[in-house]
């Protein structure tokens, strides 16, 4: 059964920084390409940031270019999204998701597995 499941979120300070997790279980995700969305009260889902396959392409949302970072480690099945500079507008809940075929992709519609996600709030 293939399974996405998040941690790292929490409550955290202006300035702060968290670091999210997304461990995958029933399969390697070594042939995909893994991303990060963020959804916020009363909002859509938005992109965050995407990797392609082996972590030699990365992308990000203009809103946290600088300041969050998205790598894996194949090895461990694990990817992950270090959170820096964190901002109040930064609250929302993470999810990770995976999508075939390897390429790194802003579009959510090209994701086929999503975790439950995990609540990121930053206070002002």
């Known amino acids: 059964q293939v399974q996405l499941v998040e941690s790292g979120g929490g409550l955290v300070q202006a300035g702060g920084s968290l670091r999210l997790s997304c461990v995958c279980s029933g399969w390697t995700i070594s042939t995909y390409g893994m991303g990060w969305f963020r959804q916020a009260p009363g909002k859509e889902r938005a992109f965050v940031a995407t990797i392609n396959w082996s972590g030699g392409v990365s992308d990000y949302a203009d809103s946290v270019k600088g300041r969050f970072t998205i790598s894996r480690d194949n090895a461990k099945n694990t990817v992950y999204l270090q959170m820096n500079s964190l901002k109040a507008e930064d609250t929302a809940v993470y999810y990770c998701?995976?999508?075939?075929?390897?390429?790194?992709?802003?579009?959510?519609?090209?994701?086929?597995?999503w975790g439950q996600g995990t609540q990121v709030t930053v206070s002002s």
């Open positions: 998701a995976a999508r075939l075929g390897g390429y790194a992709s802003r579009r959510f519609q090209d994701y086929a597995y």
